[in-house]
C-alpha cells in the first residue's frame, strides 16, 4: 500500500473481504482518496473482487465520497466481482435515494444480509 | 422573525476552515434544539456549497477567499456563500440522476442542496448562493 493510515478495517469472510469504514464523517478529499486507493487495492493488487462495503460507523458523507464509490463499483464489475453496502442509517440512506444511487448499488440492512449469497 | 443569531465572515480557501464555520452553524442550531435530521441535512448543504466554491468558484487558489454569512431565526435558517470565481449557469449543470449520467462520479452537490434545504438561490453571477432551511417543513416530494 503506498497510502497513509488505513481507513478500513478489513476481514476476510470466506472470499468476501468485509471493509468497515472507521471514520465517521467521510468528507475530506484527502482521506477519501486513502480510502479508495484502499478499496481499489483489494481488487487490483489483492484480486478480491467481492466486497461487502460496513457503514455502520459512519454518521456523514458528502457528494465526494459517493463518487468515490461509483468508481469502485465500475473497477468491482470489471473485475466480474460483486459489491454490497449494509448497515446505512437512515439519514445516508436518503443521501443515496436522493441521487438514486440506490437502483445503482446492492445495499442491504445488515452484514449477514450482505454476506448472504454474495 | 426576531433574529437569534448573526454573523458574516471571510475566509481562506480551504476546507478545513470552512468546516470550522459549519460547526460553529450546526452549533448554532444545536443549541436552539433543532432537529439532528435537519441539522444534518443543513450540514450537508454547506459542506456541498462550500467545497463547490472552493473548489469549483475558487479553483482550489490560495489567495483566493470565500464569503459565508448566516442568519438563525427561531424559525429559519439561511446561509450564504460567496466566491471569487467568475460564477456558472445552474441550469448548465446536467441533472445527475438521468440514466446517462448516473455512474458519472461527480454532480450531485447542487442537488443535495436543494433537497435539503426549502429555498435555494444563486445571485445572476452564479458566484453567490443563497440557501434557506425552515425548522420542520419538508420540501415536497
Same mark, same amino acid.
Given at each position: 500500500m503506498s497510502t497513509g493510515t488505513r481507513r478500513l478495517d478489513l476481514e476476510e469472510v470466506g472470499d468476501v473481504t468485509v471493509a468497515k469504514f472507521t471514520d465517521k464523517k467521510i468528507l475530506d478529499e484527502g482521506n477519501i482518496q486513502i480510502i479508495g486507493n484502499q478499496l481499489f487495492a483489494l481488487i487490483e493488487e489483492d484480486g478480491r473482487p467481492k466486497i461487502v462495503l460496513d457503514f *455502520? =460507523? /459512519?454518521? &456523514?458523507? *458528502? *457528494?465526494?465520497? #459517493?463518487?468515490? +464509490?461509483?468508481?469502485?463499483?465500475? @473497477? /468491482?464489475?470489471?473485475? @466480474?466481482?460483486?459489491? !454490497? #453496502?449494509? =448497515?446505512? !442509517?437512515?439519514?445516508? &440512506?436518503? /443521501?443515496?435515494?436522493?441521487?438514486? #444511487? =440506490? @437502483? #445503482?448499488?446492492?445495499? @442491504?440492512? =445488515? +452484514?449477514?444480509a450482505a454476506l448472504q449469497g454474495l | 422573525m426576531a433574529q437569534i443569531a448573526q454573523f458574516d465572515v471571510w475566509i481562506p480557501n480551504n476546507t478545513e476552515t470552512a468546516r470550522e464555520v459549519q460547526e460553529r452553524i450546526i452549533g448554532l442550531m444545536e443549541q436552539n434544539e433543532w432537529p439532528m435530521r435537519e441539522c444534518f441535512g443543513v450540514r450537508l448543504a454547506m459542506e456541498e456549497a462550500m467545497v463547490n466554491a472552493i473548489k469549483h468558484g475558487n479553483r482550489m487558489e490560495p489567495d483566493k477567499q470565500v464569503f459565508i454569512a448566516c442568519e438563525l431565526t427561531a424559525d429559519a435558517i439561511t446561509v450564504v456563500i460567496e466566491d471569487q470565481g467568475d460564477g456558472f449557469k445552474v441550469e448548465d449543470v446536467p441533472d445527475p440522476t438521468e440514466d446517462e449520467n448516473l455512474e458519472n462520479p461527480g454532480g450531485r452537490g447542487i442537488m443535495l442542496i436543494r433537497s435539503f434545504m426549502n429555498a435555494v438561490a444563486y445571485n445572476d453571477r452564479g458566484n453567490r448562493l443563497t440557501m434557506t432551511k425552515l425548522l420542520g417543513v419538508d420540501n415536497e416530494e
Open positions: *455502520s =460507523n /459512519v454518521e &456523514y458523507l *458528502s *457528494s465526494a465520497a #459517493l463518487g468515490k +464509490l461509483i468508481t469502485m463499483d465500475k @473497477k /468491482v464489475k470489471a473485475a @466480474k466481482g460483486k459489491l !454490497r #453496502l449494509c =448497515n446505512i !442509517r437512515a439519514d445516508i &440512506y436518503e /443521501v443515496f435515494a436522493i441521487t438514486k #444511487l =440506490n @437502483k #445503482l448499488f446492492d445495499m @442491504k440492512d =445488515n +452484514l449477514e | -
